[in-house]
């Protein structure tokens, strides 16, 4: 399995500004993905974290208001950028381990934008 | 492309009841898993049960067991002898076996009463 830490773990932000949200896993994983759950609602894909190279959205996701890095094979950040109301979302980390088929969730960032 | 369907919304149950939650998934795939994810009221998914498309047997494990049907593309997941504490949103969920991703049903919002 594999243990994944993600902070913050919630925020209240003003409309405007951006907030930087960070997914530690304590072993190296293969794939990592970021989801976003709005009020209600199931989960949707962002894009999957590469390491080393451009993340990969999803359709409806670009990267100028979903910035992603994945320094290495533990670590990732995802950025809501110029946030508004409609952002106010969960976020999840998501990793998938080699030889694994279920994946792993952090335990998600409930972001409120007022 | 794959969808995942719960026509079930949300369900009442009184503590000790049995519930049974629907999972309807569509997909052109011959090999493909599918899961079944908890989410409680703290927000993150935990990972309940897994079955891949090549067995079909139903299982039991603790008060949790699933029956997976090919034949109507069902994944149905029953709780025995419910407790408050399974109140939660469960989530169906289905993975192709060539892609990373996973695709999420609505979810069904279970509430048990004492």
């Known amino acids: 399995s594999a243990v994944i830490s993600q902070k913050p773990s919630r925020d209240i932000c003003q409309r405007g500004t951006s907030l930087t949200i960070q997914c530690q896993v304590d072993?190296?994983?293969?794939?990592m993905f970021w989801y976003r759950q709005q009020p209600g609602q199931s989960l949707t894909l962002i894009a999957t974290?590469?390491?080393?190279?451009?993340?990969?959205?999803e359709s409806g996701f670009v990267i100028d208001k979903f910035p992603i890095s994945r320094p290495n094979l533990t670590f990732s950040t995802l950025t809501v950028s110029n946030m508004s109301p409609e952002d106010s979302s969960i976020y999840l980390c998501s990793v998938h381990v080699a030889g694994i088929t279920e994946a792993f969730f952090g335990q998600g960032t409930r972001l409120t934008v007022v | 492309a794959q969808k995942v369907t719960q026509a079930q919304t949300e369900i009442s149950v009184v503590e000790k009841e049995d519930v049974t939650l629907d999972c309807v998934y569509e997909?052109?795939?011959?090999?493909?898993?599918l899961f079944w994810y908890k989410q409680p009221p703290s927000g993150e998914l935990v990972f309940l049960i897994r079955?891949?498309?090549?067995?079909?047997q139903n299982e039991i494990s603790g008060r949790y067991s699933w029956n997976f049907q090919k034949s109507t593309s069902s994944f149905n997941f029953t709780i025995t002898a419910s407790q408050v504490v399974d109140s939660a949103v469960y989530f169906c969920?289905?993975?192709?076996?060539?892609?990373?991703?996973?695709?999420f049903g609505p979810g069904t919002r279970l509430s048990v009463l004492p």
């Open positions: 072993s190296q994983v293969t794939m």
């Open positions: 974290a590469n390491q080393g190279s451009e993340a990969t959205y």
């Open positions: 079955r891949n498309s090549f067995d079909e």
């Open positions: 969920a289905l993975r192709v076996d060539y892609g990373q991703n996973f695709v």
């Open positions: 997909t052109r795939d011959t090999t493909y898993y």
